[in-house]
């Protein structure tokens, strides 16, 4: 977006400076600013956009695309709404929303293919755990879902073993990038302002109004970006992924629940192999642990992916196993969180982490699920995905100022 190039406080005289004001005027001041571009700032801006016709939105992304971290790089499920706590936000949120976002992508013509869920025990052990997710599940009041056994499980997935599965027909896959920019032109549609390459830095409120203010204090949050521009508002609504966290001490709040980045790195089956995979098969999540563990996800493009596992990473947004972040680093490691999760999870996390160095130990976890996958049937993939843990696990958004 050239916009935000047009917010420089430049020297510029007469007839220009005059344009510049202008500009300035229309470009920089807005009723309310969403800090971040991913699936939740996107669709927030467009939400409100609806609601508000007649105010001003911006949302303000670092990053020169939509959707560049998060997601744009997760496994792309629609989930069904399974696993959360009956009666919660979460349980009530992912139903009701896997609902909406088949409509939405009917609306828009946005491909997805409704292709199930098989959440599978494949141990004695594993089987209460699985009937206890089933119950949590029709408590959510998901749809249709049932417990089957280990013909129905071949009947579905005729690659895949286990002694009995929770089948949930509804989950479905679906490109989310694709969704997060359709939110985008719906945004600008509605008159809304997207300036890309704008990392905020600084927010801070206006004691006084300057001298080329023609509005007086209408405006008084002063949003400010790495290169030194501004834009004003009246409202913040941050939802900034795995930097929500520091952009709510940025915003004046606490920094509380802090973002502990992990990294997950996805296998992904040959193309020749991936008939083996029909729809999206799980394993029994273990409730000790904040991941739903290693899965084979068919994908839109055809493509299986197999993961994510995780382990501890030294860069939020890191995408290479050697990225590195001094202050990430540092603000994770002196974090007393981590170290609970860390001597918590000590067993879990030196194993993820041995997984994450042996491939042929990562096939060893898919084959527990399906047999006939060889060390020669996968690759790795080209990119990672950092992924986060602490004890909220939901996404951050933060009403920073509200003023009347
Ligand atoms: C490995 C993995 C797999 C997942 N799989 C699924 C799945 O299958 N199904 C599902 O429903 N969910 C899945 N999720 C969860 C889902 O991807 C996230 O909940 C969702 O993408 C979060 O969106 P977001 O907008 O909060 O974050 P993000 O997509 O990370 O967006 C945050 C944005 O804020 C921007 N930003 C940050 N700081 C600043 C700043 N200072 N100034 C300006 N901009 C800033 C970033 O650049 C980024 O674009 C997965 C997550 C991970 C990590």
Redesign the pocket.
Known sequence: MAAAGLLLRQRAGGGAAALWRAQRRQRSTFDVAV????????ASARELVRRHPSLAFAV????KE??????????????SGIYYKPGSLKAKLCVQGAALCYEYCDQKGIPYKRCGKLIVAVEQDEIPRLKALYERGLQNNVQDLKLIGAKEIKAKEPFCRGLMALDSPHTGIVN?KQVAQSYAEDFREAGGTILTD????NMEMAKESSSESEDGLKYPVIVR?SKGEEIYCQHIVT??????D??SEISGCSPEPRIVPFR?DYLVLKPEKCYMVKGNIYPVPNPRFPFLGFHF?PRMDGSVWLG?NAVLAFKR?GYRLFDFSTGDFLDAVTYSGLWKLVLRNLSYGLSEMYRACFLSAQVKQLQKFIPEVTINDVLRLKFT????SQKRR??VILVTRTVA
């Open positions: 800090v971040g571009a991913g699936i939740v700032g996107l303000l992304e670092k990053e939509l959707a560049h971290h998060q997601s744009g790089h997760n496994s792309g499920v629609i989930h989310y704008f990392e905020v830095t970006n939802c900034a992924g795995l930097y929500s520091r952009l997950g996800t994510p947004e995905v950092v992924t986060y939901s996404p």
